[in-house]
């Protein structure tokens, strides 16, 4: 009844384009949320397929991810008809994906006629990485009551940072001001880093959250002391980033992606492009470009890092930046000086 409320709601809100576009990614949340998850039954209550309360609890179910599944429908055939679905796929992706993968998994399921009682793991994993870069969920380490405030030096950089904005536009200042409170913040960017910004920037909470949940350089969560970014893009990817991300993840106890070692000194990531792709394979470790990479010079970088050591940045094939492996192969003859080769009322 509740999604079907809903439903008739988000669909009405069709005529309203600011609206819709406001409600759609959390009614799609909510659809998913509830259709994946299985409804609750008694301890006591025997679910042999003979029991007539497995078909009332069966019939129960099934309307519940009928609505949850309308609901989806509504809420994304409104948002095609708003403009195309763009603002819903570019600041939520990972939802969307969540979403086709919940549904994708349904139908398929349905179609084989196997009864349906929830998601697997894997998708609950998707949700989980939606529910982590869009929404906040209140946490004894992440909520508004845990003070935080720039250290006195911070706030001088804050300032000057501001101070280069007209004062109406000091809100241009948000991303360098998130930026500086996440190393404040041991590297990841609380609610009450983003709410002390919203109110020295006198911006609108909201709009912080905005842009501390599109720029994927804010993190969500806390990390290790040490942040590894391994690029997997295409030119990355053949020149074998995929053992690259392999080996950091063996090397360092068999973390997957994203996960953090039990001492809290790495945690490991997978990203798009990093903008070194003459060098690659490559990382990023905090603020520095390791390139260049192989199973083995990976495994030292990482080796040095553990025993708090920094090693020299850049590739670490020996090669000077983007110079040619092989060796000039153009410009080898000297510069032309001034007025050489030119007409003589030019020379």
């Known amino acids: 009844m509740l999604l079907g409320t809903v439903a008739i709601l988000v669909h009405a809100s069709h005529n309203a384009p600011e609206w819709l576009a406001l409600i759609a990614p959390n009614t799609l949340e909510l659809a998913v949320t509830v259709g994946s998850r299985e409804l609750a039954k008694p301890a006591s209550e025997d679910w042999d397929d003979g029991d007539s309360s497995t078909r009332e609890n069966g019939g129960k179910e099934a309307s519940v991810l009928t609505a949850a599944l309308n609901l989806a429908l509504v809420a994304l055939d409104g948002c095609v008809e708003l403009d195309a679905g763009h603002s819903l796929g570019l600041e939520h992706t990972a939802l969307l994906i969540g979403t086709g993968e919940w549904a994708g998994q349904l139908f398929s399921m349905l179609e084989k006629g196997i009864q349906v009682t929830g998601i697997d793991v894997s998708l609950h994993r998707c949700l989980k990485r939606s529910d982590a870069l869009f929404v906040h969920r209140d946490t004894k380490y992440n909520n508004p009551k845990i003070p935080f405030k720039f250290t006195p030096d911070n706030l001088k950089k804050a300032e000057e940072v501001i101070s280069r904005y007209p004062p109406q536009y000091k809100k241009a200042a948000v991303i360098p001001l998130l930026d500086l409170g ?8 609380s609610i009450s880093v983003m709410n002390y910004v919203a109110g020295l920037l006198e911006m609108p909470p909201m709009r912080v ?26 030119p990355c990817m053949l020149g074998g980033s995929t053992q690259i991300l392999d080996t950091v993840c063996s090397h360092l106890g068999g973390i997957n992606p994203g996960g953090t070692t039990g001492d809290g000194k790495f945690t490991v990531i997978e990203v798009e492009c990093q903008g070194a792709c003459s060098n690659a394979p490559m990382m990023v470790v905090n603020d520095d470009f390791y390139e260049d990479l192989t199973p083995a010079t990976t495994k030292k970088v990482l080796d040095a890092f553990t025993k708090g050591e920094k090693p020299k940045p850049g590739p670490q094939s020996g090669r000077h930046t983007s110079e040619n492996s092989a060796g000039l192969t153009a410009l080898t003859s000297k510069p032309y000086g001034p007025g050489e080769y030119c007409t003589p009322e030019f020379s």
Not at 182 to 189: A, E
């Open 182 to 189: 996440q190393r404040q913040n041991q590297g990841w960017t």
């Open 209 to 234: 959250y905005e842009v501390a949940t599109f720029y994927t350089m804010f993190n969500r969560e806390p990390i290790g002391k040490n942040f590894v970014q391994v690029c997997t893009t295409t």
